[in-house]
């Protein structure tokens, strides 16, 4: 795992634009993490979760702060991780206003589809087991939303266009993008 997706237990304050880029290296991280670091990454889920920035309000039927509100304790998810229900802690971090599929390619390959209310339609991901594919899944589910609702984002997003048409790239770090390596639809 990377050194910039690791959050503190302190609450950080941070923008919906590095929220959204944590929670981008993360979903690559879930994706890439070998079978050691995977109760690690539900961790710093729950955690960067938790650290949700205040939504501008509900539009589009989307409100982050009520979507979020399901949050298991910390404790909770620890005694799952620890018992080795790591599919168990990642359903846990799904909303339950959430859709989601899972299924298993031939090769053994997870592969996990979320939809969130607001989105037009799913995102999927890939992972190593199901909790991760299933997390990695959600994170984009997440950045995806957070992208395109509320009037802070809308703001963001005609000023990224804006940046992008005439050719700039000032405003990168605040568009989510698929991360390297990873498989997402």
Known sequence: MTQRTHTSTKALTMTIGEWRLRLAELCRDCVLTDSDDEG???????????QAPDSPGAAGGF????????????ARI???????ALDSVALALLPEEAS???????EGAWLASVFLPGMEEE??????????ALTSALLAALAHVTQTHGAAATVAA??????????GDAYADNLW???AGTLLN
């Open 123 to 132: 995102v999927t991901s890939e992972g190593g087991s199901l909790a991760m």
């Open 78 to 84: 620890e005694c799952l991780i620890e018992q080795g």
């Open 40 to 50: 690690d990454c539900l961790r710093l889920a729950h955690a960067l979760m938790m």
């Open 158 to 167: 005609a000023r990224d266009r804006d940046v992008w048409s005439q050719g």
């Open 100 to 106: 989601y599929l899972m299924s298993r390619s031939i």
């Open 177 to 179: 993008q698929r991360p």
């Open 63 to 74: 409100d982050l702060a009520v979507v979020l509100s399901h949050l298991p304790p910390m």
